[in-house]
């Protein structure tokens, strides 16, 4: 198997949407995920040797200091395969050529996946919130 990993590579909507809805994260109307890419800092992504987009990660950064790490996701039919591990090496170097400092938000069953590239849980008296439910 033969992949490529590329920054800000180009995609359209629909392959994203039909990679993210593998993880029951698709968007609709469509409209609005062509906002999100537009407005995105920087992307990677990975295909496979049919082209086929297998791999993504969006970034959003204000282009100076920080970077949010968003989207991250892989096809569940290439998951333990090493791809999300080379989407966020290239990542941390992508940001680090542009100086920018990289956070994420992660599942709570993603903290040690994330530590073994160096994120720690780093609060200094700071609280992630968000609001998951309709308001």
Do not use: Q
């Amino acid at each position: 198997m033969s992949i490529k990993i590329k920054r800000n590579g180009l995609l359209n909507c629909d392959e994203l949407n039909e990679l993210l809805a593998t993880n029951a994260w698709d968007v609709h109307p469509i409209e609005k995920l062509e906002k999100c890419i537009k407005t995105s800092w920087g992307n990677i992504c990975v295909r496979n040797d049919k082209e086929e987009l297998i791999g993504y990660v969006r970034i959003l950064s204000d282009g100076i200091r920080h970077a949010y790490i968003c989207s991250l996701i892989v096809h569940p039919n290439y998951r333990k395969k090493r791809i999300g591990s080379s989407i966020i090496k290239e990542l941390l170097n992508m940001l680090k050529e542009c100086k920018l400092y990289p956070t994420l938000v992660a599942a709570p069953n993603k903290k040690d996946y994330y530590k073994k590239f160096g994120f720690e849980i780093e609060s200094n008296g700071f609280t992630a919130m968000c609001i998951r439910k309709s308001y």
